[in-house]
């Protein structure tokens, strides 16, 4: 069952701030965040994982709430660069099977 | 650098042909994934397997099937394509335990089956 990301899509300006949410109804290990850039193969971005551990790159932070089995992503002083389509993966139950979500298309306009 | 690489960017096929699109990843990962990517569903799973010859059900596995006979090749297979499969399909591979480890992807193969 896929994980619910929202908004489906946000267009902002260079600079400002952005937020993406992903939920779901299972019980999660982890949750990973991608990045599309169109005609591209998603690449990675960061891993939150049960316990508080997080990983990442770039300029770009997540949190993960176990209890509420939700995660955001947070894109602060957004840069042009960014423009793309965001999917939140979540792992639960078996320990190989990742599950993404519909993503989050983002625009920055300068 | 990890390297996923999909036979075809673009597959023309014709509605029943049986059609096999191919994938190969260099860096010795136990799991490998066939998502399929349609605008405004993101993408869905359609089989992984976690070992040589092992494979499992993801979420939408109807009217396809799947081959892995050497770990570092991944088969995704249409029996009789039809024109619902008209898709974006993405392979994926990643080290043992995928929900804690990063998954590397393919460019893609868009296909559009007539």
């Known amino acids: 069952q896929q994980p619910v990301q929202s908004p489906q899509a946000v267009i902002l300006r260079e600079g400002e701030d952005a937020v993406i949410n992903c939920s779901s109804s299972?019980?999660?290990?982890?949750v990973h965040w991608y990045r599309q850039k169109h005609g591209e193969a998603p690449v990675f971005l960061m891993i939150l994982l049960k316990g508080g551990e997080q990983k990442g790159h770039e300029k770009i932070s997540a949190s993960f709430n176990e209890k509420k089995q939700q995660s955001s992503l947070y894109l602060t002083a957004s840069q042009l660069s960014y423009s793309g389509t965001y999917f939140c993966g979540t792992g639960s139950g078996s320990a190989r099977q990742l599950t993404f979500g519909s993503g989050t298309q983002l625009t920055v306009l300068p | 650098d990890v390297k996923v690489t999909q036979s075809s960017r673009y597959l023309v096929k014709r509605t029943g042909e049986k059609v096999f699109l191919e994938c190969v990843q260099d860096m010795d990962h136990e799991n490998m994934f066939w998502y399929r990517q349609d605008p405004g569903l993101g993408l869905r799973l359609i089989y992984f397997s976690y070992d040589v010859k092992m494979k499992e059900k993801g979420d939408i596995p109807e009217g396809y099937s799947v081959s892995r006979e050497k770990k570092e090749r991944f088969s995704l297979i249409l029996e009789s394509a039809s024109t619902n499969q008209t898709s974006m399909y993405l392979c994926a591979s990643s080290p043992l335990g995928a929900r804690l480890a990063e998954a590397f992807f393919g460019q893609g193969t868009r296909l559009t089956v007539v």
């Open positions: 299972k019980a999660l290990y982890s």
